[in-house]
């Protein structure tokens, strides 16, 4: 049988000091490669300029939820993402932004995921059906994305008179691979007057996304269900009580579709990575799975008696956190464990760094999913979905996708690695793989 280097694909993290041209060039291939290797030794580490690259627990903590909890996303962030998705929930400041965050929040209440799994297991089990009856060599990093593409078709944009499944699915398609240009890194250090990658390229597709929005809004709108089938149904209920003007519904519709697309579908491709490379792993959690629904769809309830397959979603998003790295500008002057953090400076959260960080982690580079199923880590050691008044609102929904899509898959078939190299992360917008993620699947 042929022996596997069991430690899972790492990221290369500069090594070196990184001058602001090379830092202005690689930044925007992959923003791994900037980000200083001291980071996965040492939990706070001083970058260069005003930077502040934050590791340690209670230093995040204390700034995402503490004292520093209103510091404003960084500016760069709304430069780069707002061409995209306007001033929705994951942009806007102050007033604006506590406005939507309380309106949208019953929307992603754990009542609804039900109706959500629902959805969610019929594309796993079409999924599941497709991979069983064509074995052999699949590049899962394209089946995720195109499995969370679908739900997303079927719980916003379903059930249209109006405009087609094939309208939107091209509109998508179009939207998301513009989006896949976008890099945080593409405006940082560069001079304003510098033509960048998105400057240059037509915005037709955001223009093309927002009419379909617009129009598949107004018409469920007009519909006007008695009781709510989808995530769309969900988000017009929110409205009945709190109305916002029409452009930022578009602009929030537009911002559930982004931050819940890639994120998931890497979390997915990295999963399925895992468990081909950890097949004793992958049996007992098929066996979970089959042991909680033999056949038939994956039921959100189903989900709380499969205990190893939430750890093993926990441990894909520690090593392949999606959202890798974000940033915060401080609003205010501030000492923290000593550390003086000047206003104006820029506070950056290299999770993944932190996720692997040799201080806090035994075995940091290894999986490990067991390390979820003891008492809870320390607060501020895990944030794949960011921490305080601006964590992921989406988080239980993202963890029902890619369980319940896992879940039907992994009852019907099994992953093992090929001769195919594979492929390292790499972060532009979110943290994908570098190249196709060929695995061989065959019936299980
Ligand atoms: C594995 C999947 C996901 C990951 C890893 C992830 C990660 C994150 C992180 C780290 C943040 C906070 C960023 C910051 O503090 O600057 C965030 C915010 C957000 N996420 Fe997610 N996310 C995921 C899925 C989703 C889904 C499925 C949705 C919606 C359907 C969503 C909607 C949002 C929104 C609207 C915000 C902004 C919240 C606010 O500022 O109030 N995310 N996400």
């Known amino acids: 049988m042929k022996q596997f280097d069991v430690t899972p694909v790492s990221a290369r993290l500069a090594e070196k000091p990184v001058s602001l041209i090379q830092f202005a060039r690689s930044a925007g291939r992959n923003m791994?490669?900037?980000?200083?290797?001291?980071?996965?030794?040492?939990?706070?580490?001083?970058?260069?300029?005003?930077?502040?690259?934050?590791?340690?627990?209670?230093?995040?903590?204390?700034?995402?939820?503490?004292?520093?909890?209103?510091?404003p996303k960084a500016k760069f962030t709304k430069d780069i993402i707002g061409s995209a998705v306007g001033n929705g929930l994951i942009l806007s400041e102050g007033d604006k932004w506590r406005q939507q965050r309380r309106r949208y929040s019953p929307l992603f209440a754990a009542r609804n995921l039900p109706v959500m799994a629902r959805h969610f297991a019929e594309t796993g089990t079409e999924v599941a059906e497709s991979l069983a009856e064509h074995p052999g060599p699949v590049d899962m990093a394209q089946v995720a994305p195109a499995s969370t593409l679908t739900n997303i078709s079927r719980v916003i944009f379903s059930g249209n008179k109006e405009v087609s499944s094939e309208q939107i699915r091209v509109g998508l398609i179009a939207y998301f691979n513009y989006i896949s240009d976008l890099s945080l890194f593409d405006l940082m250090g560069l001079p304003k007057w510098l033509p960048r990658k998105k400057w240059l390229s037509s915005k037709a597709p955001v223009t093309t996304m927002r009419d379909l929005a617009r129009q598949v809004i107004e018409q469920r709108r007009a519909e006007n269900r008695a009781e709510p089938l989808d995530f769309l149904d969900f988000m017009i209920e929110a409205l009945k009580t709190d109305f916002e003007d029409k452009e930022t519904t578009v602009d929030n519709l537009l911002t559930f579709v982004v931050a819940g697309h890639e994120t998931s579908a890497n979390a997915?491709?990295?999963?399925?990575?895992?468990?081909?490379?950890?097949?004793?792993?992958?049996?007992?959690?098929?066996?979970?799975?089959?042991?909680?629904?033999?056949?038939?769809?994956?039921?959100?309830?189903?989900?709380?008696?499969?205990?190893?397959?939430?750890?093993?979603?926990?441990?894909?998003?520690?090593?392949?956190?999606?959202?890798?790295?974000?940033?915060?500008?401080?609003?205010?002057?501030?000492?923290?464990?000593?550390?003086?953090?000047?206003?104006?400076?820029?506070?950056?959260?290299?999770?993944?760094?932190?996720?692997?960080?040799?201080?806090?982690?035994?075995?940091?580079?290894?999986?490990?999913p067991e390390r979820f199923m003891g008492p809870a880590l320390p607060r501020g050691q895990y944030i794949p979905f960011g921490d305080g008044p601006r964590i992921c609102i989406g988080a239980q929904y993202a963890e029902t996708e890619i369980m319940v899509l896992m879940a039907s898959v992994l009852r019907r078939v099994n992953f093992s690695l090929g001769d195919a190299p594979m492929p390292e992360p790499v972060l532009t917008f979110t943290m994908r793989t570098s190249g196709p993620l060929i695995l061989e699947v065959e019936q299980a």
């Open 32 to 71: 791994l490669e900037v980000i200083p290797a001291e980071t996965l030794r040492e939990t706070y580490v001083r970058g260069p300029l005003n930077i502040h690259y934050i590791c340690d627990p209670e230093m995040i903590t204390e700034l995402l939820v503490g004292q520093g909890r209103s510091f």
């Open 268 to 368: 997915l491709a990295w999963g399925y990575y895992l468990l081909a490379l950890n097949p004793d792993m992958q049996n007992r959690i098929r066996t979970e799975i089959r042991s909680a629904r033999p056949d038939g769809l994956i039921e959100f309830s189903d989900l709380e008696a499969m205990p190893l397959l939430r750890a093993h979603v926990k441990e894909t998003l520690r090593l392949y956190p999606s959202a890798a790295f974000f940033a915060r500008d401080a609003a205010d002057s501030v000492e923290i464990k000593g550390v003086k953090i000047e206003k104006g400076d820029a506070l950056f959260y290299p999770v993944y760094s932190l996720h692997r960080n040799q201080k806090l982690w035994d075995e940091p580079d290894q999986y490990r």
